[in-house]
Nanobody
Framework: VQLQAFGGGLVQAGGSLRLSCAASGRAFGRYGWFRQAPGKEREFLAAIRWSGGSSTYADFLKGRFTISRDNAKNTVYLQMNSLKPEDTAVYYC?????????????????????WGQGTLVTVSS
């Protein structure tokens, strides 16, 4: 599985961006979005099950971000609204192809088998 993340860029505080993560081949399993700000550890944002589309989010997002997928395009999206300067980070998508991962495990980096290259989001104040 190869993942390509794109859609990052520079946006003003309060604005929106939609990140995309295109998966090569047949998309299945579970997908997650993480981010890593300068000097900080990578943190979990959201995850989605390809089959059925159920999802989970980090509590701190408070509904600002939405994860979704497009079956026809083999693509997972992260819609980010009400962006803040503290959202500035490199955003990564990842794929978990193992069987039966729980939502708890999907919040952990080590669960994921494949990672995209990251896309930089910069939010100006």
């Amino acid at each position: 599985v190869q993942l390509q993340a794109f859609g990052g860029g520079l946006v003003q505080a309060g604005g929106s961006l939609r990140l995309s993560c295109a998966a090569s081949g047949r998309a299945f399993g579970r997908y997650g979005w993480f981010r890593q700000a300068p000097g900080k550890e990578r943190e979990f944002l959201a995850a989605i099950r390809w089959s059925g589309g159920s999802s989970t989010y980090a509590d701190f997002l408070k509904g600002r971000f939405t994860i979704s997928r497009d079956n026809a395009k083999n693509t997972v999206y992260l819609q980010m609204n009400s962006l803040k300067p503290e959202d500035t980070a490199v955003y990564y998508c990842a794929s978990d192809t193992s069987y039966g991962s729980t939502w708890y495990r999907l919040r952990q980096e080590r669960t994921y088998d494949y990672w995209g290259q990251g896309t930089l989001v910069t939010v100006s104040s």
